[in-house]
């Protein structure tokens, strides 16, 4: 017999006997808890890292992070709370006349990255470029289709975020309908008082928003 199925056979047949010794003390099949730190994610989260990683090995931390956050936010039970008592507040809303808002970041190329690979393959490479070129996008939609659009490439602060308000909310917010209200997260630019007295100048209704709640906007899905 080849050593190859000697191996096998023998990783097979100590399998068999943990889980009949498993069996015979605790009446299950199942693993026992293991000592240590619990693992943070679970095999859905894990599972879900692997196929990014399989698909394009080079992502980056932070773009599979915020992947990972915006298909399972985690949240811990404050945040649970205040997702459910806001379903209950809006339960009965008519979202047909909401505008909902969001900002992302788009770059060309990436110039920091970290290829992950097996031991034993060629280190793959990748081309980068040094100074690659990026842009911000502000967007917003409703159930009518699409309110405004603004590109940009400097930081976004409360006056650049009141500009792109003015040229392209206020103008555009009518095909969301009469009686039209505005979403938005509670990013700081948001928050700040000069935006929140852009608001009540401007007379813009604007929806309370829990925290951590991507999963609540369907501009994510845009």
């Not at 599972?47 to 915020?66: C, I, V």
């Not at 290829?115 to 280190?123: C, D, E, P, S, T």
């Not at 690659?132 to 939609?141: G, L």
């Not at 009469?178 to 938005?184: A, D, I, L, N, T």
Request: proline share 6%.
């Amino acid at each position: 017999m080849a050593p190859t199925s000697e191996l096998k056979i023998q990783r097979l047949t100590s399998t068999v006997y943990d889980i009949v010794n498993r069996l015979k003390k605790t009446g299950s099949v199942k693993h026992l808890p293991i000592s240590g730190r619990p693992l943070i994610l679970s095999p859905t989260k894990r599972q879900y890292l692997g196929r990014l990683l399989k698909n394009d090995n080079a992502t980056t931390s932070a773009l599979m992070t915020t992947k990972l956050n915006n298909l399972y936010p985690n949240l811990n039970a404050s945040h649970v709370e205040a997702h459910l008592q806001w379903a209950l507040n809006h339960n009965y809303d008519d979202w047909s006349h909401t505008i909902f808002s969001d900002e992302s970041t788009f770059q060309t190329f990436c110039n920091t990255q970290i290829v992950r690979y097996k031991a034993g393959n060629l280190r793959p490479s990748h081309l980068m470029v040094k100074h690659p070129y990026k842009v911000h996008v502000w967007d917003a939609f409703s159930r009518q289709g699409p309110i405004g659009v603004a590109l940009f490439t400097g930081k976004i602060n409360s006056a650049k975020y009141r500009e792109i308000l003015q040229f392209q909310l206020l103008p555009n917010a009518y095909h969301a309908g009469y009686g039209w209200k505005f979403q938005q997260d509670n990013a700081p630019t948001h928050t700040a008082k000069l935006t929140q007295q852009f608001f009540v100048i401007n007379d813009v209704l604007v929806i309370d928003w829990p925290a951590n709640s991507p999963d609540l906007n369907p501009i994510e899905n845009l």
